[in-house]
């Protein structure tokens, strides 16, 4: 899609080889057709004796380490794999070294207690500049081994305006759902990678289950289902947006990961990158309105999606974007797929 830029990215991924990554070897065979290594297994065996409270914890301990510029106060593993904005680097580097204040009234948080991950929505300031920050944190043995993120500062892309506040997370990500309405991990991850399968050329045809009242949050603006919108295709919810055909243009959803899966909030977290070629011009909408794409030349999104599903159904979405170089691979997939 044709995103507003402020945003923040996290994710990793434990399985090689497949779409997902699931809890334990059994869910792992199912969601991926790959069997987790004994090595696997012991590591989210070890991850699962992190609780809710404890991986949060570990990330408040992060983020307050992060905002003094000391490593040092956060219980990091004796390795760890650390990347900003798509790009591997050291423990210190980056925002560890410019980052002034965090916004902690913006925060949001949630926990994978299966797989030891924790992700994490903020604003943070460097020199007094606001910027979007995601992050997802790797928890083995109550000790960080994988840090990822990404910041994304004003005039690092495209947004329909220029301001630049607080985020206003939507009240559902907070809310846990009750235990009898509650989507396996299974369901979360493949009503999200609907989504995607929705977006890619993105014909009318809807792959995954919608609310009927879907909002989507890019780069903290609202691009669906708006009221106030002066765009009559923002006030579309997100499923009436699809059917239109209006992404007609995004051509590749690939390395499609599903990392940071909260069945007790009914939250997925997915980090993919979305190719436009750039060859496409013009298209028709399902509706019969002329369009002309905005894509101009070949260009790249690394994307990290916030999916909240509700009786079944995308219900809210936040997305986080950063433009990357062409299909550019991500440093934690071995090759772009």
């Given at each position: 899609?044709?995103k507003?830029?402020?945003?923040?990215?996290?994710?990793?991924?434990?399985?090689?080889?497949?779409?997902?990554?699931?809890?334990?070897?059994?869910?792992?065979?199912?969601?991926?057709g790959?069997?987790?290594?004994?090595?696997a297994?012991?590591?989210?065996?070890?991850?699962?004796?992190?609780?809710?409270?404890?991986l949060?914890?570990?990330?408040?301990?992060?983020?307050?380490?992060?905002?003094?510029?000391?490593?040092?106060?956060?219980?990091?593993?004796?390795?760890?794999?650390?990347?900003?904005?798509?790009?591997?680097?050291?423990?210190?580097?980056?925002?560890?070294?410019?980052?002034?204040?965090?916004?902690?009234?913006?925060?949001?948080?949630?926990?994978?207690?299966?797989?030891?991950?924790?992700?994490?929505y903020?604003?943070?300031?460097?020199?007094?500049?606001?910027?979007?920050?995601?992050?997802?944190l790797?928890?083995?043995?109550?000790?960080?081994?994988?840090?990822?993120?990404?910041?994304?500062?004003?005039?690092?892309g495209?947004r329909?305006?220029?301001?630049?506040?607080?985020?206003?997370?939507?009240?559902?990500?907070?809310?846990?759902?009750?235990?009898?309405?509650?989507?396996?991990?299974?369901?979360?991850?493949?009503?999200?990678?609907?989504?995607?399968?929705?977006?890619?050329?993105?014909?009318?045809?809807?792959?995954?289950?919608?609310?009927p009242?879907?909002?989507?949050?890019?780069?903290?603006?609202?691009?669906?289902?708006?009221?106030?919108a002066?765009?009559?295709?923002?006030?579309?919810?997100?499923?009436?947006?699809?059917?239109?055909?209006?992404?007609?243009?995004?051509?590749?959803?690939?390395?499609r990961?599903?990392?940071?899966?909260?069945?007790?909030?009914?939250?997925?977290?997915?980090?993919?990158?979305?190719?436009?070629?750039g060859?496409?011009?013009?298209?028709?909408?399902?509706?019969?309105?002329?369009?002309?794409?905005?894509?101009?030349?070949?260009?790249?999104?690394?994307?990290?999606?916030?999916?909240?599903?509700?009786n079944?159904?995308?219900?809210?979405?936040?997305?986080?974007?950063?433009?990357?170089?062409?299909?550019?691979?991500?440093?934690?997939?071995?090759?772009?797929?």
């Open positions: 899609m044709w507003s830029a402020f945003i923040i990215c996290a994710w990793g991924i434990v399985v090689a080889g497949g779409m997902t990554r699931a809890a334990g070897a059994a869910d792992a065979t199912r969601a991926t790959v069997t987790m290594t004994a090595g297994a012991e590591a989210a065996g070890a991850a699962s004796s992190c609780d809710r409270a404890c949060t914890g570990i990330l408040d301990q992060y983020l307050a380490g992060l905002a003094a510029h000391d490593p040092s106060r956060v219980p990091f593993a004796t390795s760890v794999k650390f990347t900003e904005n798509n790009v591997q680097l050291r423990i210190g580097d980056g925002l560890w070294g410019t980052v002034s204040g965090i916004e902690h009234s913006s925060d949001l948080s949630f926990a994978d207690t299966a797989d030891g991950e924790v992700g994490y903020g604003v943070v300031e460097e020199h007094g500049n606001p910027a979007y920050l995601a992050l997802r790797k928890v083995v043995g109550r000790k960080i081994s994988e840090v990822e993120s990404i910041v994304c500062r004003k005039g690092d495209p329909p305006t220029s301001t630049f506040g607080p985020l206003k997370h939507d009240p559902s990500f907070f809310q846990s759902a009750p235990a009898k309405e509650r989507s396996t991990r299974a369901q979360l991850i493949a009503l999200a990678n609907g989504y995607f399968s929705t977006l890619q050329r993105n014909d009318g045809t809807l792959h995954t289950r919608f609310d009242t879907c909002s989507r949050l890019e780069d903290g603006w609202k691009s669906a289902s708006d009221p106030q002066e765009n009559p295709f923002t006030r579309l919810s997100c499923g009436a947006q699809f059917k239109l055909g209006y992404y007609r243009w995004d051509d590749r959803v690939r390395d990961r599903f990392l940071v899966v909260d069945p007790e909030r009914g939250l997925v977290m997915a980090r993919m990158f979305i190719d436009h070629r060859v496409l011009t013009d298209y028709t909408l399902t509706n019969g309105e002329h369009r002309i794409s905005p894509i101009k030349a070949p260009h790249t999104w690394c994307a990290l999606e916030l999916f909240k599903i509700r079944g159904e995308i219900y809210r979405i936040e997305a986080v974007f950063v433009a990357v170089p062409y299909y550019m691979p991500s440093p934690w997939s071995r090759h772009a797929e």
